[in-house]
């Protein structure tokens, strides 16, 4: 069982900048594919981005590419997503996953199943 603890979400205009990050403990965190997944009030959890155990492959949702970028520190067992040029439809609870099975590329990415709590990115407009 994975356990995740996502951090350093907050307020940012539009236009602006946040980075999130997730640390994962309870499995060998360098083994396993990693995602953000974002969900709005009254809509469903999205994909959002995903990273191959090696960091070596990222793939995104259309509606973040070339806007978002996800990266890991396999030796701080941590998972990072840089949010850039922020939209108001942006505005979401982030959380973190990791994937079901080892040595995922990260695409197809099957969450685990445990998820954080989530942090809160608002973006005003």
């Known amino acids: 069982q994975v356990q995740l603890v996502e951090s350093g979400g907050g307020l940012v205009q539009a236009g602006g900048s946040l980075n999130v990050s997730c640390v994962a403990s309870g499995r060998t965190f360098s083994r396993y594919a990693m995602g953000w997944f974002r969900q709005a009030p009254g809509k469903e959890r999205e994909f959002v981005a995903s990273?191959?155990?090696?960091?070596?492959?990222?793939y995104y949702g259309d509606s973040v590419n070339g806007r978002f970028r996800i990266s890991r520190d396999n030796a701080k067992n941590t998972v990072h997503l840089q949010m850039n040029s922020l939209r108001p439809e942006d505005t979401a609870v982030y959380y973190c996953?990791?994937?079901?099975?080892?040595w995922g590329i990260g695409r197809p990415f099957r969450p685990s199943g445990s998820w954080g709590q989530g942090t809160q990115v608002t973006v005003s407009s």
């Open positions: 990273i191959m155990w090696s960091g070596g492959r990222t």
């Open positions: 996953a990791q994937d079901l099975n080892l």
